[in-house]
Structures are given as C-alpha cells and as structure tokens.
C-alpha cells in the first residue's frame, strides 16, 4: 500500500462519506452525523482517499452492526503546533458492540467478534485490519471501546501537516452574528451538533426536543420581545411532522415572522410544494454539508432584512447561487482586508452594508451613531467611513467635522455619506461638508463597487 499526501480538506472528506452511506443509513432509519468540532483545521496534507477509505470501512461497520439509536462520526483536534495537528476521528455506534474478550482481536485479519454474529450480519472482513494497516502507515494509531449490547466508538488518530498555502474558509454571505435561531431536534446528538456549528457563526441559539417545547421558547421568546428570527425544524418529530410544526408556529401569535427551515432525511416529490404553502422559507434534505446549511441560513436572512421575494430555498438554488458567487467574486474589486467603518443606527441598514462589504472581503466594524464613530476613528486606522447622515446623538456631519479636527491635515480618511435623501446637487453639499462623495440607500451591490473602486483606487 502506498500513502500519497496532498493537500486536502478533510471536512469534505467526512462529509463526503456521510453523503456516501446515507441511503443505507436511512434504510434502517439510523441518523449518520456528523460533527466538526469548530477549531479543528479542515485544510490539512495527507492522503485523502485513504483517509475517507478509513472512514467508510468504520461508519459502514458501525451501520451495519447497529438496529437503533444513531452513527456519530466526530472530528476533532486533540493537539496543534504551528505546522501540524494531531486530528482524532471517532466513529460511534449505538449497535451490539463487542465482547471484552474480542477486543484484542478485533484488527488482526479475518477476526470476527462471535461466529454467530458473524453469520447473522456478515464480517467485517480485512476491513478493520487494512483499518489499522493504514492508519499506521500514515504514523496514527487507532482502538476501539466497547459495551456488549451499547454501543462501540472506533477511534483513530492523525498527525497531519497543516496546509499553510490554502484559502481562507469560507464565510457566510449574509452576516448571521447574533441572529437568534431556535433548533427543534427529537435527537440530542443532533441537537447538540447543530447548536455548536450555529454557535461557530456567532448565531444566538436555543434547543427544544419536542413540538411542545418547540411552542413554549417560541412564546416566551415572544413575550419577552425577543423573538426568533429563525426556527430550523427537524422534520422526523415523534407524534408529529415538522410540517405540521410549521403549521402551528405560523398560526402563533408572537411568532409568525419566524423564517421557517425545514430538515429532512425522506425527500418526495411534492414537499416542497407543500412546504411553500406551509410557509416555510428553506426546505433542506439530509445529509446536508455544513456551508450548505450556513448558505441556506444566510441566504433566507439576508432576503429578510432587504425585504426581497424569495422562492423556497433549496439545496439546489444554495448551489446555484454558491456558482454565481463565485463569479461575482471574480468581478469584485480586490479589496481583500480594507478596513471600513460603517456608522448606522438602523440596525437592518446596518446588516445590508455589512453583508454587501464583506462580499467584497472588507473587514468591517460598526458604529451605531456619530459618537462611537468619532471614538472608532480615533481608536484605530480605517480605510473607509460610511458615515450615515442622520443619527443619535451626534449626525454624520458633525461626526465628519470632528473626524476632520482628528486628523489635522495628516492622512485623510475618506467619508463616504449614506443617505435616503439624496437629490440633484447633493454631491456639493456632501463635499463642502468634507465627506468625499454620497451613496443613496436603499444600497446595492453595485453602488458599494463603484465606491470601493473610486475612493480605495483598487480597480
């Protein structure tokens, strides 16, 4: 066997075999998650077939010997230098497990657990041998823990070279930092999982485990005036669909506005129909790849907050719109870390620009009236102002002028106004006003190009 080390990203690695063995996971009725804990590296070197062989040949077994519970497929980092980290993959089962006096055996070829298991389900074969073969070639080890009639968790670990030449990981096209969203899972493992991945976009999460816990958070959350903006609802609920969750939550009161994604693991033809006129917002089918949910997420949020019509969000438009992305970005103008400040108080205004900037890869930081734009400014270096014009406690003009004092004839920063008013003429009066030009809101996409070719020269 030879091991061949490329660069790889081994998140899509395990998604990938996730994608693989859901049909036969879904034949049983057995989720197959998995879980990427948010500071383990995902771009790495080593060799990726083997790594997902590996992988396969484990979450395979562990469907295979299991009749109820779930397969959790958990990644994480158990040590980093500046060049390397120690990666773990556990693979664990809820199955018959092995008997103590087996475990010893269970790697060398040709083992079986127990000859009767063995006719019952079929072996594992070379599996686990060739298993343990590779992974130590690639220099890890791997074991096993296991309780007859529990359960089992296969675990192998790596020490992989980080690949310091790879791009950035992606972020979300809408900015979903402290956006409240409710998960609604009978799983805990699912639960648990998802809360953690919307907790790595800064989301402000909550969980409930049933249809009537689901209603409570979405009332109390209501009366306390801080609503969900999003209820992601798994649609396999005991006693109840998620579909007819959907139902309900749009019936209540308090909790109406609530955008509505659903989960699904059994996709037939016409549920998306019917999820349209459920009112739901995204229709989602297991497996679903982490950017993927994120997309779909940033996707219905950033429609939300631009008051935009938008058709059911499905796995397909995600790609879709991941592809024109991409070409957007190859127009953009190379901005890559310009630093700018956007002064707003309007807090969906806010939102906007902040998704539009950091399109073009602006590092952005948000001021919520002409005060603490005044202090930003003077606290750190800007490239850019985008001064609002009419705020609390101090507007834009006044926070120009005093902007204007700061800097003393020394670097200008230039301060463009962002104004719902804009007529014939204004330009001059911006200008006389020391800003350096105006965009008329409502924004787009468009306008904040132009502003960033102009005024940063970086066309």
């Known amino acids: 066997m030879v091991i061949e080390p490329i660069p790889f990203d081994l998140q899509v690695a395990c998604e990938d075999v996730v994608e693989l063995l859901s049909a036969r996971a879904d034949e049983k009725n057995l989720p197959l998650i998995l879980r990427y804990a948010p500071d383990c590296p ?94 130590e070639l690639m220099g890890g080890s791997i074991g096993v823990q296991s309780r007859e009639g529990v359960g089992s968790r296969f675990y192998f670990t790596l020490f992989l070279p980080l690949d310091k030449q790879a791009a950035p990981t992606p972020k979300p096209k809408a900015d979903l930092a402290g956006v409240r969203i409710l998960i609604v899972d009978h799983s805990p493992v699912n639960r648990q999982v998802l809360l953690e991945q919307v907790g790595s976009w800064q989301m402000r999460a909550d ?23 999003i209820t992601l609802i798994d649609d396999q609920m005991p006693g109840v669909r998620g579909e007819s969750l959907g139902r309900t939550i749009k019936s209540e009161p308090g909790a109406q506005n609530t955008l509505l994604v659903l989960l699904t693991a059994l996709g037939q033809r016409g549920d998306a129909q019917r999820a349209v006129e459920l009112g739901f917002s995204a229709y989602l089918t297991r497996p679903i790849r982490q950017s993927e949910l994120m997309d779909a997420l940033a996707t219905v949020w950033s429609a939300h ?26 127009e953009a103008p190379p901005v890559l870390g310009a630093k700018v400040l956007v002064a707003e108080d309007n807090f969906v205004n806010q939102q906007v620009a902040l998704e539009i900037l950091q399109s073009f890869q602006c590092e952005v930081t948000v001021a919520s009236d002409g005060v603490e734009a005044v202090d930003c400014v003077r606290g750190r270096p800007f490239d850019l102002v985008m ?56 924004f787009d996409l468009d306008q904040f190009g132009e502003v960033l070719r102009e005024v940063l020269g970086q066309a």
């Open 207 to 229: 969980v409930a485990g049933s249809s009537a816990e689901a209603i409570q958070r979405l009332r109390e959350a209501a009366e306390r005036q801080d609503p969900y903006a």
């Open 305 to 330: 907050l631009k008051g935009e019509a938008l058709g059911l969000v499905t796995r397909h438009t995600v790609a879709e719109s991941r592809e024109t992305s991409v070409l957007l970005e190859a």
């Open 387 to 442: 001064m609002d014009c009419q705020m609390p406690r101090m507007d834009g003009f006044t926070a120009t002028r005093e902007i204007r004092k700061f800097e003393n004839g020394g670097k200008r920063i230039p301060i463009i106004a962002m104004t719902a008013h804009a007529m014939k003429g204004d330009r001059e009066f911006f200008l006389d006003a020391g800003m350096d030009g105006y965009i008329a809101k409502p």
């Open 42 to 135: 995902r771009r790495l070197i080593g060799d990726a077939g083997r790594v997902r062989q590996i992988v396969t040949n484990l979450a395979g077994n562990a469907i295979k010997f299991t009749h109820e519970g779930y397969i959790l497929i958990n990644v994480e980092c158990t040590g980093l230098t500046s060049d390397k980290a120690a990666v773990r993959i556990t693979v664990e089962d809820t199955g018959i497990g092995t008997p103590q006096h087996k475990r010893d055996e269970i790697f060398k070829k040709y083992a079986q657990a127990d000859a009767h298991i063995s006719q019952q389900y079929g072996g594992t074969g070379l599996g686990l041998a060739i298993c343990k073969q590779l992974v």
